[in-house]
């Protein structure tokens, strides 16, 4: 099993432009959840999945979107990349009950 | 809301020696606690977690932590620690009530061992 996989490891953009990063888990867990880290603040969640079909706001959402794919996707896109954007993304997923996260390695976005 | 506080960003200890990082909650009915590690440019992984039962919790590499409700603190130890523990560490709190199992992070302790 690969557990958590995330792409890109790294990405830099230019102010303005999108991307969109891609999580994918291979346990069948039907939570999902995207966190941004940043230096003295901990994760904090962007967005997050319970099942299937739901996606909800977290604590940091203004600037992205999230598309659940389906059971094993969780996408995470900015339309318009802002400096403040800069940071390290974590992919994690859990299932309803067991109360573990599992989390990705992480990309690491550079907004010039 | 829910909030967690590490209340050391840095702790440097000499290999061998006893470690403790702090971490308090903000009140609640029932909380589910967890501490999780994050070696350098890597992903969390869960060290331990309390959900019910006992309050002294054991987790993967000697570590454990103490859930204390009076205190509302959830403070991780190990005994010894070795270079390798060096990294940084997360508490985290969530809600048993709350639908799809959302965390709240504390801001981190990196934790540095010398030889």
């Known amino acids: 099993n690969a557990g958590v996989t995330q792409t890109p490891k790294f990405q830099v953009l230019k102010t303005g432009q999108s991307m969109t990063l891609q999580c994918a888990q291979d346990m069948n867990h039907n939570s999902m959840y995207w966190y941004r880290q940043d230096p003295g603040m901990g994760l904090r969640l962007i967005y997050y999945s319970a099942s299937e079909g739901t996606t909800d706001k977290g604590e940091v959402p203004n600037g992205y979107n999230v598309s659940r794919l389906n059971k094993r996707e969780f996408s995470l896109r900015l339309e318009s990349a802002a400096p403040s954007q800069t940071s390290v993304y974590f992919c994690?997923?859990?299932?309803?009950?067991?109360?573990?996260?599992?989390f990705g390695p992480g990309t690491r976005l550079l907004v010039l | 809301a829910q909030s967690v506080t590490q209340l050391d960003s840095q702790v440097p200890v000499f290999e061998e020696a006893p470690v403790e990082l702090r971490c308090n909650y903000s009140s609640s009915v029932s909380v589910y606690l967890f501490w999780y590690v994050q070696y350098p440019n890597q992903g969390l992984q869960l060290l331990l977690k309390?959900?019910?039962?006992?309050?002294l919790v054991k987790g993967i590499n000697g570590f454990e932590a103490e859930f204390n409700k009076s205190q509302t603190s959830f403070h991780l130890r190990k005994p010894s620690v070795h270079i390798s523990d060096t990294a940084e560490y997360f508490c985290?709190?969530?809600?048993?009530?709350?639908?799809?199992?959302?965390?709240?992070f504390g801001q981190g302790t990196e934790l540095s061992v010398k030889p």
């Open positions: 994690a997923s859990s299932e309803y009950g067991e109360e573990t996260q599992y």
């Open positions: 985290a709190v969530s809600d048993p009530g709350n639908q799809g199992g959302k965390l709240i």
């Open positions: 309390y959900l019910s039962g006992s309050t």
